[in-house]
């Protein structure tokens, strides 16, 4: 039969505000989470990383925040740019693949984020 | 320092056909991942290899296969081609280092190789 494509969420935003994108994981036993950014044409690419030991991380612009009691992870932008315009996927390793697997992650369906100028 | 490096880009193909996709990982880094990413599934996990080893499989019928070469590069082989087989195939590698906050592997995407299957 005919698949039936995603149908993302939308952020949309003025440039310089703050954007939170959100995320829902599905497996409680996940080591870490990853959130990564793609933008058209390109591959996806690394933006900030959380163990699940922790609820809060910090990088340039970006925080990330993890609620495992709701097995809810979210990444804010702060001062948000028309750069920043994307497709932004919330990641998990998985439980089970064991310490030399390095490249196995379950990704998020994503979050289309846009900037307006 | 170069990227992670995919070839072709572009590439359309028929049913039954099979197809070889290749992908050159950054310099020094020894781990590959293949994913296929589809508007109906979004980005799902094909294979993994490490030194030639293939370490993990996704959940994806025999006709995806792959291997990894003694200079990391790496190769994925579809085989007898369907219609959903359409889709953007991405290469990541990885130095296999953790993270020092995470323990997360960072994973580095090439641009993809997009296969259209007619």
């Known amino acids: 039969g005919e698949s039936v494509g995603l149908h993302l969420p939308t952020l949309s935003v003025q440039e310089g505000d703050n954007s939170i994108i959100n995320c829902a994981y599905s497996?409680?036993?996940?080591?870490?989470f990853i959130w990564y950014k793609q933008e058209s044409g390109k591959g996806p690419q690394f933006i900030i990383d959380?163990?699940?030991?922790?609820d809060k991380r910090q990088g340039q612009r970006v925080t990330v925040l993890l609620n495992k009691t709701v097995k809810h992870l979210s990444l804010q932008i702060a001062a948000t740019q028309p750069g920043d315009s994307a497709v932004y996927f919330c990641?998990?390793?998985?439980?089970?693949?064991?310490?030399?697997?390095?490249?196995?992650?379950?990704f998020g369906q994503g979050t289309i984020l846009t900037v307006h100028p | 320092k170069a990227g992670v490096t995919q070839t072709p880009r572009y590439l359309i193909k028929t049913r039954g056909q099979q197809v070889t996709l290749s992908c050159s990982p950054i310099?020094?880094?020894?781990?590959v991942s293949w994913y296929q990413q589809t508007p109906g599934q979004g980005l799902q996990f094909l294979f993994e290899?490490?030194?030639?080893?293939?370490?993990n499989k996704g959940n994806f019928p025999g006709r995806f296969s792959g291997r990894q070469f003694s200079n990391s590069r790496s190769e994925m082989n579809v085989s007898t081609l369907e219609l959903g087989d359409s889709a953007l195939y991405l290469c990541?590698?990885?130095?296999?280092?953790?993270?020092?906050?995470?323990?997360?592997?960072?994973?580095?995407f090439g641009a993809g190789s997009r296969l259209t299957v007619l």
């Open positions: 990541a590698s990885s130095s296999g280092q953790h993270s020092r906050y995470s323990g997360a592997n960072v994973l580095t």
């Open positions: 497996n409680s036993a996940s080591d870490y």
């Open positions: 959380i163990r699940s030991n922790m």
């Open positions: 990641a998990e390793k998985p439980p089970g693949a064991g310490g030399t697997s390095y490249g196995k992650l379950t």
């Open positions: 290899y490490f030194s030639e080893t293939q370490r």
């Open positions: 310099s020094g880094h020894r781990s």
